[in-house]
């Protein structure tokens, strides 16, 4: 069974750093490509960032509202993806969800809990 | 970058009603569209791919349509649990984005 387990969410002051967590289980991590797609209070799903496997380079995509600001890798060797995230406004609250879906697809067959990322002073 | 645009942004209609959401890319993405359902408090569920393959384990009341720019969800007999949240997201190249949602309400 799939799992993806989101951790590292909180409550942060605009311009500070955090770094997001996703722990997967259940599938072979490093043919896979990941994605973080997030939601802020009471809105819309929001496509954040996409990290393709190691066959396809490990490339990377960012939103433009995150680009220069968030980092997107992965560590196949514990299965684990992460997003860093930088200079953190207040947009940038809201709920952080870890997805997969395949070798390159930049689609969400399965999604994580989600963590709550909340930015105020 | 690509623009999704789904129609209507909220749609009350009975049960056993045919319903259809709308999403139109601001340009061709062939069929890399995905739907997802959210109900009210959870996470989104994976729907549709490829614009009509429906993921193992959705009801088959749902389809998905359409190639290009013009793309159509259609819920063929309206239940409750339907009670949701949909969104369309193109996969064709990046950024991904999704559409802004349609809520879907019973009448």
């Known amino acids: 069974e799939v799992q993806l387990v989101e951790s590292g969410g909180g409550l942060v002051q605009p311009g500070r750093s955090l770094r997001l967590s996703c722990t997967a289980s259940g599938f072979p991590f490093g043919d896979y490509a990941m994605s973080w797609v997030r939601q802020a209070p009471g809105k819309g799903l929001e496509w954040v960032s996409f990290?393709?496997?190691?066959?396809?380079?490990?490339?990377?995509e960012y939103a433009a509202s995150v680009k220069g600001r968030f980092t997107i890798s992965r560590d196949d060797s514990k299965s684990i993806a992460y997003l860093q995230m930088n200079n953190l406004r207040t947009e940038d609250t809201a709920v952080y969800y870890c997805?997969?879906?395949?070798?390159?697809?930049?689609?969400?067959?399965?999604w994580g809990q989600g963590t709550l990322v909340t930015v105020s002073s | 970058d690509i623009q999704m645009t789904q129609s209507p942004s909220s749609l009350s209609a009975s049960v056993g009603d045919r319903v259809t959401i709308t999403c139109r890319a601001s340009?061709?993405?062939?069929?890399?569209l995905a739907w997802y359902q959210q109900k009210p408090g959870k996470v989104p569920k994976f729907l549709i791919y490829?614009?009509?393959t429906l993921q193992s384990g959705v009801p088959s009341r749902f389809s998905g349509s359409g190639s290009g720019t013009d793309f159509t969800l259609t819920i063929s007999s309206l239940q409750p649990e339907d009670v949701a949240t949909y969104y369309c997201?193109?996969?064709?190249?990046?950024?991904?984005?999704f559409g802004q949602g349609t809520k879907l309400e019973i009448k």
């Open positions: 490829a614009a009509s």
């Open positions: 997805t997969t879906s395949g070798a390159r697809l930049a689609y969400s067959s399965y």
């Open positions: 997201q193109h996969y064709d190249t990046a950024p991904y984005t």
């Open positions: 340009q061709g993405i062939t069929n890399n």
């Open positions: 990290i393709r496997n190691k066959a396809y380079g490990g490339s990377t």
